[in-house]
């Protein structure tokens, strides 16, 4: 009995000899509401998952059965050099008082031109952390602050 092999997502336009260099991680950059609004040194929490259940059933001693539920996704961290900008420190602060305001931005990764080539958008996010940079005499990094966002949804888009 011969085997059917399929062939889900192949590339209908691949070529002999070709290849895609993946991009690079440094380059990208992150807007908010259409405005790049930080030089961000780090992006984390890129990350959405499915919650399964696990079940057996009586007579059906030899296989596991799985249930998917609800899918959820990580908070972002956003990593940036302070400077004199108050954009996102003025955001948070105005959670903090209680005036929530849900804002929607994108990442976007770059290729070595500076091209735009992969970007996630993230809608709905809302400021839930910050924290400041760490002090020390003896270090010449960069001071750098953090926000996490939490939010209601992650697309990717090319």
Not at 9 to 31: C, H, Q, T
């Amino acid at each position: 009995m011969k085997a059917n092999i399929l062939n889900i997502g192949a590339k209908s336009n691949w070529m002999p000899g070709y290849r895609e260099d993946p991009y690079l991680a440094f380059n990208f950059i992150v807007e908010i509401d259409g405005i790049s609004v930080a030089g961000f040194s780090e992006v984390s929490g890129l990350s959405i998952e499915t919650q399964v259940e696990r079940k057996t059933f009586g007579g059906e001693n030899h296989k596991e059965f799985v249930f998917l539920g609800q899918t959820k996704y990580s908070d972002l961290t956003l990593k940036n050099g302070v400077t004199n900008d108050e954009y996102l420190w003025n955001w948070y602060q105005n959670v903090v008082n209680g005036v929530v305001k849900r804002r929607s931005g994108s990442i976007c990764l770059l290729d070595h031109s500076g091209t735009p080539k992969v970007w996630w958008n993230f809608i709905e996010a809302c400021p839930i952390k910050w924290e400041g940079p760490a002090f020390s005499a003896s270090s010449s990094a960069v001071a750098v602050e953090s926000l996490v966002l939490t939010h209601n949804g992650l697309y990717r888009y090319r």
